[in-house]
Nanobody, 126 residues
Framework: QVQLVESGGGLVQAGGSLRLSCAASGRAFGRYYMGWFRQAPGKERDFVAAIGRSGDTTYYADSVKDRFAISRDNDKNTVVLQMNSLKPEDTAVYYC???????????????????WGQGTQVTVSS
């Protein structure tokens, strides 16, 4: 498995931007498809965005489409979630995840991810 550490969370006003990073340790980062999920207080953890192993495939939840962008750098073992036009409803703990199911190019289901970071808090004030 790969170890994941998120960073970049914080407090931002509505309409602002934040850039979350996820650093992966271990070898063969390029073998994993990566995803971001979020969990708001009192709610279940939801899918946000996913990216394929080479970075050429991305997929977004409807709620963040056209506002968020996921990217990865396999040389630096990092995946980034650029969040623009933030809304108060984006407030949540954001988690980075890695999956290795060879039958999938990417995944939106939490069960398809085997490694998770500890999460980083994003708070958007109105």
């Amino acid at each position: 498995q790969v170890q994941l550490v998120e960073s970049g969370g914080g407090l931002v006003q509505a309409g602002g931007s934040l850039r979350l990073s996820c650093a992966a340790s271990g070898r063969a980062f390029g073998r994993y498809y990566m995803g971001w999920f979020r969990q708001a207080p009192g709610k279940e953890r939801d899918f946000v965005a996913a990216i394929g192993r080479s970075g050429d495939t991305t997929y977004y939840a409807d709620s963040v489409k056209d506002r968020f962008a996921i990217s990865r750098d396999n040389d630096k073992n990092t995946v980034v979630l650029q969040m623009n036009s933030l809304k108060p409803e984006d407030t949540a703990v954001y988690y980075c995840a890695a999956g290795a199911d060879y039958t999938l190019r990417y995944a939106t289901n939490q069960a398809d991810y085997g490694s998770w970071g500890q999460g980083t808090q994003v708070t958007v004030s109105s």
